[in-house]
């Protein structure tokens, strides 16, 4: 019994933990995580051991990723440059420990105002009673978008559950969500007309020209909600899953090996993740990542898709090699 109890012993010691922060379990990107750790589990039984955390969110989790406290999470992509390189809200504290797995998915954030309000252009959010949502990623990134843009809406402090109540009130007039076709709109086009409001490119470059990497655009279809009549330029944000660089090569590796070849799998079961092209986690890491990459993640790339990674994906650590 002491020899087959020194084995098991030996095995736990060789096994891998991670924890792996995701977001409130009430998020339907929860149930992603979970089902990525799934992956990774079912893939490398007894190498492996992935267990999932709720979280605060995705600023929430850059932070516990620079703190050790989880050694995986998702994250907005743009905030996690801020905190890469210690600019913006991480002025003077900069996370050079952080690195990415791949290059997520691209989702819009709607800007939403209320058919009474009048306000069917950007322009008219000045002054605005607008639900803001604070310590939200999403939340963050359009108070960067408008104040670059010199648009001031009069905020509205509040949760997200209650920023629907308060445009069903007439207590706000204009609020975001972040979502591909999100729920809460649809809610609140049962109840009232609404506009979604299109950004111009225009916009998107004065606010990366004021807030560097911090805005990015995503074309929505013509019929995702009833008040999007064509094509629009949304506001958006990148969600990728970004790692300690302290995890080990070998564990990178695998992760990013364990999801890329379930990916298909990934995006069949959340629109979210299919319309912003998850799949392509190579090239939206080319396309939209300013953090460098795990060398595990390096080394996936390179081995399995033939690629030469860019120069400003790879980790100062492989540059030394």
């Given amino acids: 019994m002491f020899f087959i109890f020194t084995l098991t012993g030996l095995a736990e010691a060789k096994k891998t933990h991670i924890k792996w922060g995701a977001t409130s379990v009430r998020s339907g990107l929860y149930a992603n995580t979970v089902q990525m750790a799934s992956i990774v589990n079912k893939a490398y039984p007894g190498e492996i051991e992935v267990t999932v955390v709720e979280t605060g969110g995705f600023l929430e989790n850059l932070t516990r990723v620079g703190k050790r406290t989880i050694q995986v999470g998702p994250a907005d992509a743009s905030a996690a440059y801020a905190n890469y390189e210690g600019i913006i809200d991480y002025k003077g504290k900069a996370n050079k420990d952080l690195r990415a797995l791949w290059g997520g ?18 322009q008219k959010l000045n002054g605005l009673p607008f639900a803001m949502n604070p310590g939200t990623t999403s939340g963050r990134a359009i108070e960067l978008f408008f104040d670059a843009n010199g648009i001031k809406p009069e905020y509205k402090m509040m949760g997200i559950g209650a920023s629907v109540d308060a445009l ?13 076709k999100d729920s809460a709109i649809l809610d609140l086009e049962s109840a009232m007309e609404v506009n979604i409001l299109p950004v111009t490119q225009k916009m998107v470059d004065a606010a990366n020209q004021k807030y560097p990497g911090q805005a990015k655009s995503m074309m929505i279809p013509s019929g995702l909600f009833k008040a999007v009549k064509k094509d629009e330029l949304s506001f ?31 995006v069949g079961n959340l629109a979210t993740l299919r319309e912003g092209n998850f799949d392509d986690m190579y090239g939206n890491a080319v396309k939209h990542l300013n953090v460098p990459l795990h060398p595990g993640a390096v080394k ?4 399995v898709l033939k690629v030469k990674v860019p120069d400003h994906l790879l980790p100062p650590e492989m540059k030394k090699r």
């Avoid at 069903?168 to 591909?180: E, L, M």
Wanted: net charge positive; hydrophobic share 40%.
């Fill in 105 to 122: 998915y691209v989702t819009p954030i709607h800007i939403v105002t209320t058919k009474k309000s009048g306000a069917d252009s950007l």
């Fill in 236 to 266: 958006a944000y990148v969600v990728s899953d970004f790692i300690h660089k302290d995890v080990s090569e070998d564990v990178a590796y695998k992760i990013v090996k364990a999801v890329y070849e379930k990916r298909k799998d990934l």
């Fill in 168 to 180: 069903k009130s007439g207590v706000a007039q204009g609020w975001f969500k972040a979502g591909f």
């Fill in 300 to 303: 996936f790339y390179r081995e």
